[in-house]
């Protein structure tokens, strides 16, 4: 089946989370998903990783519009809108883009936690500060911000948490990224992925669900919108712990075992 062909017994039911208030696409201001991003510890300071979330930040404002078009041609027209092809082109592309920034980030703010717990700050310092025989700015501005960052007394407390805040939305982003760019299941070797880049129209906000799943089900789905919101949202409350995000790395994992298709 081509994956913009929707089957007319689809229940619209069965992707929708029936309790969620989905924000109006032009009520959410275009800068707001930029501004979470650059709130994060070691990339607000980093002009470069902020020039990469600016850039994500427009690219959501413009998916924002398609998608709230998307939903209105859906329920008027006849079948599947024409932009469906190219919104669903776009979000594949914004989720690849927008996981390489975080997870840029994420390693980074994980190797200082480690230089720091380590005592390796001085020398990766001195290996940042080296002569290179001409000037090198990003290294300038990375051993400038690791000397600011080693010298907060709460360090560690500020990056964990953040770390813990951005879980749930990245563990979704890789899940289906694995997905989307390389047809596989996350961190299962030789896999073959369910269907990889299949996605339908959300029905409240326009935006393309794509499925997560494992070797035993599907998991449930996720979408640009979702994925923009949690990072949109992220510091509204604050993270939870280790312990607690302990249940979604399980749910990720899916269930234990495939489901069998007749007697074994």
Known sequence: MDPLDYPDDYDEDDRLDPSRDWEDAA?????????????LTLLGDDPFLSMQATNIGMVDAFLNLLESQ???ERVTEDGTPPDTAFVLAQSQMWIFATYELVRTWKQRAK???KLIENGGVEAR??????????RHTAREMRAHQLQKIAAMPNALNVLD????RIHVTFGLMEALRMALAKHEIPKVKDSVAFAPGYGRINMWNGSIDFELSTDAGI???TSHRKLAEGLRHMFD???QTWNELADFNNYLKGPPQPP???PS
């Open 70 to 72: 998307l939903m209105r």
């Open 27 to 39: 009520s959410i201001h275009p800068g707001a998903l930029a501004s979470a991003l650059r709130r």
């Open 161 to 164: 948490a953040d770390l813990r």
């Open 125 to 134: 310092l001195a290996k940042l500060q080296k002569p290179v025989g001409y």
């Open 237 to 239: 409350e604050p993270p």
């Open 111 to 113: 190797d200082t936690i």
């Open 260 to 262: 069998t298709c007749g």
């Open 219 to 221: 998991l449930g789905t």
